[in-house]
């Protein structure tokens, strides 16, 4: 069995298995020196949850901050934060690095920046506040030696939640490159991503009429419909077809006490697969079941909304000529590449760019419980990580300079 077809987890075991820290071979360059620590620690303790307006919009002065030696710098805003796009001054760069500082779990949380030996922790620290940190450190030594970056750099405030706001912003600063390089964190030190499932959001609201439960004879309750839905949809979720599905109660909608039938309730899902085929199959077979629920005076109606929606990604012959160069690169590296499947990963902006750009995702920081209280990076597969996207922007941008449209 090859490493490409070997379980994730099995994977990742061996990778763990394998780490052990080691200052001799920690590279100058990237996640062991102090100064990427330094900024990721500013980075990490400074809060930025997605919808957390007045978090996300102090992240985005510390970002400006970090990066403003290097680029110029100009700023979108957005109902849910700034965009924050960094291009070098006076000339234009071959190569779009992007990024997003939004998180799941906010510092009060998760806990700020601290060290375990080689682990290191805290909010968003793999995905993905390491990758920021780790396009500001090639940015830095590009100054040092005296030679003109070749990449730009946009960073966007609400990826979490499928950059409903930042995406047609991504999308038209994206036209202006060639390649995009995007830091999503990955489970092993040659671990990549070529390709996505898509990810469809959707709302089922449920009316009915919120009476005290003694009242059986006026009883239309919402919550028994959600419950048969629920119940419904979690048995689609279908992993040998890459198929998963999500459905959860949101909670703003529940009067929430036990004493009274349920009147109205919001159900929130989301759906990925690897080919819009199955996308629509299962909207289908969605609407058909929802009419099949037979409550008196209980309605319900499907929503989708248009926007933070991902379609599947596939790999073009462009993206598939900068890969070849990824893998020589990783081999000259003593990295063993092995390309991440779809079906082993959600939805990122690289599904954002589809038909846009050519794209190569998962090149930030080896990281683990992404999403979680416990979220922590590979303190020497930063480094690593770093060297080898150090290594990568140096090809790419002499290739690019001699390769057409």
């Keep these: 069995m090859s490493l490409r077809t070997t379980p994730v987890r099995a994977r990742v075991s061996e990778f763990l298995r394998r780490r052990t820290l080691s200052s001799a071979d920690n590279p100058t360059l990237?996640?062991?020196?102090?100064?990427i620590l330094k900024d990721l620690k500013v980075?990490?303790?400074?809060?930025?949850?997605?919808?957390?307006?007045?978090?996300?919009?102090?992240?985005?002065?510390?970002?400006k901050k970090l990066f403003k030696p290097f680029f110029e710098i100009r700023e979108y805003p957005t109902p849910l934060g700034p965009v924050i796009?960094?291009?070098?001054?006076?000339?234009?760069?071959?190569?779009?690095?992007?990024?997003?500082?939004?998180?799941?779990?906010?510092?009060?949380?998760?806990?700020?920046?601290?060290?375990?030996?080689?682990?290191?922790?805290?909010?968003?620290?793999?995905?993905?506040?390491?990758?920021?940190?780790?396009?500001?450190?090639?940015?830095?030594?590009?100054?040092?030696?005296?030679?003109?970056?070749?990449?730009?750099?946009?960073?966007v405030p609400d990826e979490e939640i499928g950059s409903p706001e930042s995406a047609p912003?991504?999308?038209?600063?994206?036209?202006?490159?060639?390649?995009?390089?995007?830091?999503?964190?990955?489970?092993?030190?040659?671990?990549?991503?070529?390709?996505?499932?898509?990810?469809?959001?959707?709302?089922?609201?449920?009316?009915?009429?919120?009476?005290?439960?003694?009242?059986?004879?006026?009883?239309?309750d919402a919550m028994l419909a959600a419950a048969q839905i629920i119940v419904a949809v979690s048995k689609r979720h279908d992993p040998q077809?890459?198929?998963?599905?999500?459905?959860?109660?949101?909670?703003?909608?529940?009067?929430g006490k036990i004493n009274a039938v349920e009147g109205r309730v919001k159900l929130s899902g989301e759906i990925r697969t690897g080919s819009e085929t199955d996308q629509q199959g299962f909207f289908s077979w969605l609407r058909e079941f929802?009419?099949?629920?037979?409550?008196?005076?209980?309605?319900?109606?499907?929503?989708?909304p248009e926007k933070g929606q991902s379609s599947p990604v596939t790999v073009g012959e462009t993206a598939q000529r900068y890969e070849r160069?990824?893998?020589?690169?990783?081999?000259?590296?003593?990295?063993?590449?092995?390309?991440?499947?779809?079906?082993?990963?959600?939805?990122?902006?690289?599904?954002?760019?589809?038909?846009?750009?050519?794209?190569?995702?998962?090149l930030g920081?080896?990281?683990?419980?992404?999403?979680?209280?416990?979220?922590?990076?590979?303190r020497l597969a930063l480094a690593e990580r770093t060297k080898l996207l150090w290594e990568l922007t140096n090809r790419l941008s002499i290739e690019l300079s001699s390769w057409s449209s």
């Excluded at 070529?194 to 059986?216: A, D, F, P, Q, W």
């Excluded at 198929?243 to 009067?255: A, E, M, R, W, Y």
């Excluded at 920081?365 to 590979?378: C, L, N, P, Q």
């Design 85 to 155: 796009c960094c291009q070098p001054a006076g000339q234009a760069a071959p190569i779009l690095m992007v990024a997003h500082y939004d998180t799941v779990v906010p510092v009060s949380r998760a806990g700020g920046y601290r060290e375990e030996g080689n682990k290191v922790f805290g909010a968003g620290i793999s995905d993905m506040k390491a990758g920021i940190a780790m396009a500001a450190a090639l940015a830095k030594r590009y100054k040092i030696e005296g030679r003109a970056i070749p990449f730009g750099v946009i960073i």
């Design 290 to 304: 929802i009419s099949t629920i037979r409550i008196e005076g209980v309605t319900l109606q499907l929503v989708v």
């Design 30 to 35: 990237g996640g062991g020196s102090p100064p």
């Design 325 to 362: 160069v990824l893998q020589e690169v990783m081999t000259g590296q003593g990295i063993a590449p092995d390309c991440v499947p779809a079906h082993e990963r959600g939805a990122s902006d690289l599904n954002r760019l589809t038909n846009v750009l050519p794209a190569i995702d998962g």
């Design 169 to 220: 912003i991504l999308r038209t600063v994206a036209r202006s490159y060639r390649l995009a390089l995007i830091l999503e964190p990955v489970f092993t030190t040659g671990q990549y991503v070529m390709s996505r499932r898509g990810l469809t959001k959707y709302n089922i609201e449920i009316i009915g009429k919120t009476v005290h439960t003694g009242l059986s004879y006026e009883r239309a």
């Design 43 to 63: 980075l990490v303790n400074t809060s930025s949850e997605t919808n957390a307006l007045a978090d996300i919009t102090r992240a985005a002065r510390v970002i």
């Design 241 to 255: 077809r890459y198929f998963s599905t999500n459905l959860v109660i949101d909670p703003l909608s529940l009067v």
């Design 365 to 378: 920081a080896v990281g683990f419980g992404a999403h979680s209280t416990t979220e922590w990076i590979d």
